[in-house]
Each structure stands twice: as structure tokens, then as C-alpha cells.
């Protein structure tokens, strides 16, 4: 299972030890939640964790719309969509 690992720290931080958080997100793979007065603000993450998370969070919003669809019913067999697909590909209209 994926977990993400954390540290927090405070805005100052983020100010006085930019390199040092940045080097948290990238080498560790971590998020750093920064807090302002003691309570979350904001997160930093690395560019490279950031593409990793939006691309699940783009798959599951996939999938779950898929399973709302086979809850519904609204399914075809996988020989009609494939059919379907072929026709597409040599240029052809459904």
C-alpha cells in the first residue's frame, strides 16, 4: 500500500531552511506540512511525488466512474467494445 510519509514544520522554516525542506520532499519522498500558528497551512511536496499522486488520484476518479457505470448498467460485452474499437481505428464511424 502507498504511504507518504510526513514532517511538519513551521513557516519560519520554510523562509530560513527552504533547502533543507526541499531536499526533505525530493530525497525522502516526503510531504511537509508547513503550519502557521500551530495549525496546517499549506503542503510541499517534490514535483516528482506531486505527478505521482495527481496520476492515482486520476486513476481512482477512472475506476470510480467505471464502477458507478457497472452499478448502473450501462456495460457492453468486452467483443462488441473491442469490435467498436477496431472500426474506430480503421477510420469508421459507430
Same mark, same amino acid.
Given at each position: 500500500m502507498y504511504s507518504l510519509q510526513e514532517a511538519i514544520r513551521p513557516s519560519a522554516d520554510l523562509r530560513n531552511h527552504y533547502s533543507e525542506i526541499s531536499r526533505l520532499c525530493r530525497e525522502n519522498k516526503e510531504a511537509v506540512i508547513i503550519t502557521v500558528n500551530g495549525r496546517?497551512?499549506?503542503?510541499?511536496?517534490? @514535483?516528482?511525488? @506531486?505527478?505521482?499522486?495527481?496520476?492515482r488520484i486520476e486513476l481512482l476518479e477512472i475506476l470510480a466512474e467505471a464502477e458507478e457505470d457497472v452499478n448502473a448498467g450501462r456495460i457492453a460485452p468486452v467483443k462488441d467494445t473491442f469490435d467498436d474499437l477496431r472500426i474506430i481505428l480503421k477510420g469508421g464511424t459507430i
Open positions: 496546517g497551512d499549506t503542503v510541499s511536496l517534490s @514535483y516528482e511525488e @506531486y505527478q505521482r499522486m495527481k496520476s
